[in-house]
């Protein structure tokens, strides 16, 4: 089974986590009309052999959504880090909306 | 025969003292403490101990240990039938009841053996060539003889009376294999400061060391080493345990048997599932010996060298008195020697011209005849063997015998190591596969890495075990290991496969493949040795090929003229020996398999004649029981009851969440598909969300308690999809919102009031309360306390009635229920359960589970107008991609049947009156009901827009059923379409 260093409760089994699919895919702006830019968060996926980003909630523990890089030939994980922390970081400060 | 007749009267890892009776084929043997099954039959003079699995072959004992093949038993008692286990794995424990497989009337006189009546049809490829070949129609009359004639033991059919248990574990190293490398490995990574798990699948350490004397220097370093594992206090030694699977993670799946000589544990588990999760590993599974391959080498009486010797020096039984030994190798010497030193006449048939000069010495002196050059080629004998053909340098000769030892070299274990896509690599200096590289935190020792002496497995372990622990940050200065030199050849060991004679040769014993079937495959083209393994079947019995793996694979490599490498090797994948299911679910069985989820009502529902359905996790009322109704009856009596008088419903299972922060408002307007920014606090609104992809995800309804806190509930399936939904956005999209959500839906006991005197019954409930539409508006809020917990009172409708819902802390729940229930009495409520409850909504033309089935849209649904022209929330842009607005989308319908007497049924395919039933349709039926308000059966069905015309008439097809009943398109809201009775 995968074991998963999570940021808070340290290295825990795969079975207190929930699976949430592809984190390289960049979701459109919540107020973008663009259909394409839609289609391709939704639907398109790369599905590399070798290092994969990807979603994972401690659910029976903290409860943080993590992100996750996984190789998908040997289930080795190269690093974990909370989703929240990076999502800040990519949209830094952005001034809360009135 | 006396009993224990081939017993010899000294040494051995037996206690004489501690006889132990058990029962072969209805007869009584006696065997010692100490004792395998095999060892005691073999002690009693047993030689056939089984039938084989295609050409119910007499088979013997073959091997020592899990590489079993032929020695198949199943273990009857009372009650209990458990097939296929190795009699060489079995520890010998009093009261055992063991049966012979796959014979018919008796083990001795076998009818298909006889008649050889199914061999033609058994050959390699025989399965896809009668599937897929034009002989197709003839399985049709073979399959019943086939089927019965095929296939090993018999499980019962009755459920398994033994416990089972589950444990987690953990260790800095663990260390798989308890010889001599093992043991190493475990001492020096003790030393080092690790914390070790030690894992040996028999009853005792040593491995190897076992075959040796009881009184040698090598037991006396096993009773050395093992005196200082089991003193020490960091060191876990599990015997009796077998890793059959390693897993991501460094996670070992071990199976541990109740120590069956240990009469204080017979009410403990049978078995103990164990995931043993390590920071690092050290294989040192050690090596499995190989068969040779000539005719009939398959007869009982034929036996590893190595198991020979470990059945004289560890069990004490000569097996044999005449034993020719066939080598490719040194290591069967052994063998040799100490079968001649305990009285046997043994002839050694060496297949290499000139084996070692030291070792032929030491034969002669033994008075062991050798002979040079020379191989088997044919066996003669039934139940028992009686004469070789032997073919050398001087042609070919006869010799009667009553045992022979055969070894073909040896083939590391390298199943486990494999699991995890280690590839084997073929060492040529060994003339076997060893694991490839490994990672960073898995090491190899001993024989498994093709380290076959001895001394060499002592230090190669040390080496492993200091490593492993240096991995955990565990170094503390070891000693060196204390050494032990048996003085093994470490000669090459080759493999070849010379002339056989006219018989059967097999490769494969358990799944009876012989060298014919490999040629077969060969002449039909399936060369790779997966295509090999699936063509005949090759290595997928219960022993996995352990010992015909190699064989398969060089007489494969001789046919296509290619090295053994060219050849390659099959994958190995867990388990390595077979594991009971019972271990793996441990005590998650029967009602236990899954948690039961109970509301805080559950008690009174219990005692008050609710019949209960589960849903999902939850147990719910499905209907309350009266007198002499059947659920048809009952569930249209609640539902008159709700509509004429008051009905009280427990909904304690929908998903509530709390919503709190300064963005809060901006978040619901995000995530729910209506606006929900404007909504005014003490208000609740009814909120539908969607996925990304446009298609509807749940609904329920939100509340605003206060300007920055709100109460969500979302629909009792998908509670726990929600909340993790709403992180994720808050987590990964909007991590500037300043919003927190938290699951309440513990926290909080549910019930619904609904029906024109659900007012009265509040009033007459809650006397301090303004219950009054002034005070409490539909879609209004109240909060209060009652008996000291937190209330809250919303006013909505599911069913279209005047109607309440109640939260109230989770301890008090039925408290309230029956208070309500009593407030209620002179009203006529009465409580009514999730059928009702399903069937008033279906009237009211609500959608639910059925039709927010993860394929439909708001517009699909008739809710497109609840967005509007709004953006902005999830799913917004892709609802509104041109293929969802296409005309022959399904589409909400009511519907009507109109044939006096019939129903309609969800499921139902939906067809024009004038089409030919046949296909998909144009929609089918998701929810009825009976609806006392119309006199008939109403439904939700998804319907084609383009055939869905209000008014024309559809036929609803159940072929499980055969039933076809004609039903009008009508509006789905079945009553009350202007909404007054939510007021009423």
Redesign the interface.
């Known amino acids: 089974?995968?074991?998963i260093e999570c940021p808070c409760c340290g290295l825990r089994?795969?079975d207190e986590f929930?699976y949430?699919g592809d984190?390289s895919v960049m979701?459109p702006a919540?107020?973008?009309?663009?259909?394409q830019a839609?289609?391709r968060?939704?639907?398109i996926r790369a599905n590399p052999a070798g290092l994969h980003r990807e979603?994972w909630?401690h659910?029976i523990g903290c409860?943080?959504?993590l992100v996750v890089e996984r190789d998908t030939r040997?289930?080795?994980i190269a690093s974990v880090e909370?989703?929240?922390q990076l999502?800040?970081r990519k949209?830094p400060a952005?001034?809360?909306?009135a | 025969m006396s009993s224990n007749h081939k017993r010899l009267s000294m040494g051995g890892r037996i206690d004489r003292e501690q006889p132990v009776e058990f029962t072969f084929d209805g007869r009584s043997l006696i065997g010692y403490r100490g004792d395998t099954l095999a060892s005691a039959l073999l002690a009693n003079g047993v030689t056939l101990v089984g039938r084989s699995f295609k050409y119910h072959r007499p088979r013997g004992i073959f091997s020592a240990g899990p590489e079993e093949p032929n020695a198949l038993v199943t273990l009857a008692t009372a009650g209990k039938r458990e097939p296929n286990l190795p009699a060489t794995t079995l520890e010998l424990a009093d009261g055992i009841v063991a049966e012979s497989q796959n014979r018919w009337p008796s083990l001795a006189f076998d009818v298909q053996s006889v008649s050889g009546l199914f061999a033609p049809f058994l050959s390699a490829g025989f399965y896809y060539k009668t599937f897929m070949g034009p002989t197709r129609r003839a399985w049709m009359f073979y399959e019943h003889f086939i089927r019965k004639a095929a296939g090993l033991g018999r499980a019962g059919s009755d459920p398994d009376p033994d416990r089972y248990d589950i444990s987690q574990a953990f260790a800095d190293v663990a260390i798989v294999g308890g010889g001599p490398a093992g043991l190493s490995a475990a001492r020096a990574a003790a030393a080092a400061g690790a914390r070790v798990a030690l894992i040996e699948q028999d009853f005792l350490l040593g491995g190897q060391l076992l075959a040796e004397p009881s009184d040698s220097a090598a037991a006396a370093w096993l009773r050395q080493a093992e005196a200082e594992l089991e003193s020490s206090e960091t060191v876990t030694l599990m015997k009796r345990t077998t890793a059959f699977g390693i897993y991501d993670g460094n996670v070992i799946g071990l199976v541990e048997q109740r120590d069956p000589t240990n009469p204080q544990l017979a009410g403990e588990a049978r078995q103990t599932f164990t995931m043993l999760r390590a920071r690092s590993i050290v294989f040192a599974t050690g090596a499995i010996e190989r068969p040779m391959v000539f005719s009939n080498n398959d007869r009982p009486g034929v036996m590893l060298a190595s198991a020979a010797r470990t059945y004289l020096n560890r069990f004490a039984v000569l097996p044999g008195k005449k034993i020719i030994v066939a080598t490719t190798n040194d290591s069967a010497w052994r063998a040799v020697f100490d079968l001649a030193d305990a009285g046997a006449d043994v002839t050694v048939a060496d297949l290499r011209a000139a084996p070692p000069a030291a070792l032929a010495a030491e034969a002669a002196r033994l008075g062991v005849v050798v002979r040079a050059g020379t191989h088997i080629v044919d066996l003669r004998g039934g139940h028992a063997v009686r004469r070789a053909t032997l073919n050398g340098p001087d042609g070919q000769s006869e010799a009667s015998c009553d045992l022979v030892c055969v070894s073909g070299g040896w083939s590391p274990t390298v199943h486990l190591t494999s699991h995890l896509g280690v590839k084997p690599q073929y060492h040529d200096d060994i003339g076997g596969f060893v694991p490839g590289a490994f990672p960073a935190d898995r090491f190899g020792a001993g024989s498994m890495m093709g380290n076959y002496s001895t001394a060499g497995a002592i230090e190669d372990g040390h080496r492993a075990g200091t490593e492993a622990a240096s991995f955990c940050g565990k170094s503390a200065p070891a000693p060196t290991p204390s050494k032990l030199d048996l003085g093994e050849t470490a000669t090459a060991l080759l493999f070849e496969i010379p002339s056989v004679g006219r018989g059967k040769a097999f490769v494969d014993f358990q799944m009876d493949v012989t060298t014919g079937d490999v040629e077969l495959a060969h002449r039909e083209g399936y060369e790779s040795v997966e295509h090999l393994k699936r063509y005949t079947t090759l290595g997928m019995g219960t022993d996995q090929g352990k010992t015909s793996n190699f064989a398969a694979l060089a007489s494969m490599a001789t046919l296509r003229n290619a090295t053994i490498p060219e050849t390659g090797a099959t994958t190995f994948r867990p388990p390595y020996t077979a594991v009971a299911l019972g271990a793996l679910a441990g005590r998650a069985i029967g009602h236990h398999f899954k948690p039961i989820r109970r509301t805080p009502m559950d008690g009174w529902h219990m005692a008050n004649g609710a019949e209960m359905l589960e849903v999902g996790l939850w147990m719910r009322p499905y209907f309350y029981r009266q007198s002499g109704l059947d659920v048809n009856e009952a569930y249209v009596a609640e539902m008159r009851s709700v509509r004429q008088a008051a009905g009280l419903m427990d909904i304690s299972t929908l998903g509530k969440i709390d919503v709190q922060g300064p963005d809060a408002a901006i978040f619901l307007d995000r995530i729910y598909a209506n606006g929900f920014a404007k909504l005014p606090v003490g208000r609740a609104r009814y909120g539908v969300m969607l996925r990304d992809d446009g298609i509807v995800f749940d609904d329920g309804t939100t509340t605003r308690l206060a300007e920055n806190r709100f109460f969500m509930t979302t629909s009792t399936a998908k509670a726990a999809d929600v909340l993790s939904r709403l992180e994720f956005l808050l987590d990964t999209a909007w991590p500037d919102l300043r919003v927190a959500v938290t699951s309440v839906s513990d926290e909080w006991a549910a019930m619904s009031v609904a029906g024109p005197k659900s007012r009265a019954i509040l009033s007459a409930a809650f006397p301090a309360l303004d219950v009054s539409d002034a005070a409490l508006a539909h879609m209004g809020l109240l909060e209060s306390e009652w008996q000291g917990r937190a209330l809250r009172i919303l006013r909505l409708s599911y069913s279209g009635e005047r109607a309440y819902e109640i939260y109230v802390g989770a301890t008090a729940g039925e408290q309230l229920w029956t208070h309500l229930l009593e407030a209620g009495r002179p009203f006529d409520l009465k409580p009514y359960g999730v059928e009702a409850l399903g069937a008033l909504r279906v009237e009211k033309g609500h959608v639910a589970g059925p039709e927010i089935d993860g394929r439909t849209t708001l517009d699909d649904l008739g809710l497109g107008r609840m967005a509007g022209k709004r953006t902005g929330f999830v799913g917004d842009v892709l609802r509104r991609r041109p293929a969802f607005q296409a005309p022959d989308r399904q589409r909400l319908v009511g519907l009507e049947c109109i044939e006096e007497g019939k129903r309609l049924r969800g499921g139902a395919i939906l067809f024009l009156p004038d089409e030919k039933p046949y296909g998909h349709g144009h929609g089918r039926v998701t929810s009825v009901t009976f609806s006392p308000e119309r006199g008939h059966y109403v439904g939700l069905a998804l319907l084609a827009g383009d055939v869905a015309s209000e008014g024309s008439e559809v036929v609803a097809v159940y072929p499980m059923k055969a039933e076809t009943v004609r039903a009008r398109i009508v509006s789905p809201v079945f009553l009350d379409s202007q909404g007054e009775r939510l007021h009423g």
């Open positions: 089974m995968l074991r089994d795969h929930r949430g984190a979701r919540h107020d973008d009309p663009d259909p839609w289609y968060y939704v639907y979603f909630q659910v409860r943080q959504w040997n289930h080795a909370l989703a929240r999502s800040a949209s952005r001034k809360p909306p």
